[in-house]
C-alpha cells in the first residue's frame, strides 16, 4: 500500500469515528476562555468539540510545539506555522516537511483559523480538531505510521501523565482529545481591531493615513479587491471562503530568486536560472479538483483572509509572489494565464502610486495586538 494510500485512509477512518462518537468530555471547564471576537471580526460559534478552556489550550499548546510527534522527532506544528513569522514560514515559497522533504504548497497562516469554514488551500477539511491529524499522518510532514503509533508515543511520555485527564474530564489521549487540544489553541490565534478597523468600525479617524484611505478606496473600488475579500458594514472577514482561479504559479514567474537558508543567519540567493538545469518539470497544481473532481474546480484555490497579510509572506498557494508589491502588480496585469481564470480578473491600470497606496492599506491590516501575541505563544505553563 503506497503512503498516500495509507494516509488518505486513516484520514477517512479519523473523520468517520469522530462523527459517531458522543464525547462525554465537549462542556467546557469553569475555567473556559471568552474568545470574544476582536473588533472588525464578526462574532464567533465556535463547534462544541472545541473549548478553549485553560486546561485544553495549554494542553493543545505543548503539543503544538512538541516535536516528538513526529515519526522521527524532528517537527512540530510550529515548524511551518512559525508564531513569529505571522504562524506561517517566511523562510521559502512552500513548507519544508520531515528530512527536509519541499511540500507541495505555502504553509497557511493560523491566525483566526477559527472563523475559516473551510481549512487548507484546497478546502478538504472543515474541522479543526481533525485537521490536526492531516500533517500527522501525511508522508511528509511529521509522518507517522499510523494514530495509534502517535498515542502509543504520547502514553509513554512521562511529562504528558494526567495532562489529557485534567483537561478532558477523564479521558485520556485518544484521537478525539488530541485532536481537540490542538484545536483549542489554535482557535486563541486571534487577531483583528487593525488601524483599518479602528477607522472603519471604531470612529477613529485618524486610524489611517491618508495614503492608506486612498489604498481602501481602490481596494473597495478600481480594484476590485472586495469581490473576494469581502468588507461587510459591521465586520471584514477579508475573505469569502470561496475558490478562485486566479492564474497564480500556473507559469512560474521568470527571473524569480529564492532566499535558500543554510544555517541559523546564514542565507544564500539563488535565481530560476541556476536551478533550471537540475530542477524536475512542476507541472501545475490542480487545487480544489483535487478534492471535488469538477472540472470548474481545476487550478482554484481558497481565497485567504488579509488579515496580518504583511506578516504571511511568500503569498499565494505555491508561494510564487515574494512581497506585497509582487502581488498588487500581479494583480494589476490581470492575475496569471490559467484556463478557466475568473472572470473578475483583468488588467486594473494602477499606476504607481496607486499601487503604492493599495501596499500602504494591506499594511494597515495587521491586529492590535499581534506583536504580544507572536510573542506569547510560546510560554508554556505545563513541563
Not at 19 to 33: K, T, V, Y
Not at 195 to 215: H, I, M, N, P
Not at 319 to 346: C, H, I, M, R, W
Request: with cysteine; charged share 20%.
Amino acid at each position: 500500500m503506497s503512503d498516500r494510500r495509507r494516509w488518505m485512509l486513516a484520514i477517512g477512518a479519523i473523520t468517520a469515528i469522530s462523527a459517531l462518537s458522543a464525547w462525554q468530555w465537549r462542556a467546557a471547564h469553569e475555567g473556559a476562555l471568552d474568545i470574544a471576537a476582536a473588533l472588525g471580526l464578526p462574532p464567533l460559534q465556535l463547534p462544541a468539540d472545541v473549548v478553549p478552556d485553560r486546561s485544553r489550550v495549554e494542553l493543545g499548546r505543548k503539543l503544538f510545539f512538541d516535536r516528538r510527534l513526529s515519526f522521527n522527532g524532528t517537527m512540530s506544528c510550529a515548524m511551518c506555522h512559525v508564531p513569529e513569522e505571522g504562524f506561517t514560514s517566511n523562510a521559502s515559497r512552500t513548507a519544508v516537511g520531515i528530512e527536509g522533504k519541499s511540500l507541495k504548497r505555502n504553509a497557511p497562516s493560523l491566525l483566526n483559523v477559527a472563523w475559516q469554514s473551510a481549512l487548507f488551500h484546497d478546502g478538504r477539511e472543515f474541522s479543526l480538531p481533525t485537521q490536526a491529524w492531516m500533517p500527522l499522518l501525511h508522508p511528509d510532514e511529521m509522518a507517522n505510521p499510523s494514530i495509534g503509533h502517535v498515542l502509543h508515543r504520547i502514553r509513554g511520555m512521562s511529562d504528558y501523565d494526567g495532562q489529557f485527564e485534567r483537561a478532558f474530564r477523564g479521558a485520556g489521549p485518544s484521537m478525539e482529545t488530541l485532536g481537540a487540544a490542538i484545536a483549542a489553541f489554535e482557535a486563541t490565534l486571534v487577531s483583528a481591531d487593525s488601524r483599518f478597523d479602528r477607522w472603519r468600525y471604531g470612529g477613529q479617524s485618524s486610524a489611517l493615513s491618508d495614503v492608506e484611505q486612498l489604498g481602501l478606496r481602490i481596494f473597495s473600488g478600481k480594484g476590485r479587491c472586495t469581490v473576494c475579500h469581502l468588507i461587510d458594514e459591521r465586520h471584514a472577514l477579508l475573505s469569502d471562503g470561496k475558490f478562485h482561479v486566479t492564474g497564480a504559479g500556473f507559469a512560474p514567474p521568470a527571473g524569480h530568486s529564492f532566499v535558500v537558508p543554510l544555517a541559523r543567519g546564514v542565507q544564500t540567493v539563488l535565481t530560476d536560472a541556476d536551478l533550471a538545469a537540475f530542477a524536475a518539470e512542476v507541472p501545475p497544481d490542480l487545487g480544489r479538483f483535487e478534492i471535488t473532481l469538477d472540472p470548474a474546480d481545476r487550478y482554484a484555490f481558497k481565497t485567504p483572509s488579509l488579515r496580518n497579510v504583511a506578516r504571511s509572506a511568500p503569498y499565494m498557494h505555491d508561494g510564487s509572489l515574494a512581497t506585497l508589491e509582487e502581488v498588487v502588480d500581479f494583480y494589476n496585469q490581470g492575475g496569471g494565464d490559467a484556463p478557466g481564470k475568473s472572470e473578475v480578473l483583468s488588467a486594473l491600470g494602477l499606476d504607481s502610486d496607486g499601487k503604492r497606496a493599495l501596499v500602504a492599506f494591506l499594511r494597515a491590516l495587521d491586529g492590535a495586538n499581534l506583536p504580544a501575541l507572536l510573542s506569547n505563544s510560546r510560554r508554556q505553563t505545563l513541563p
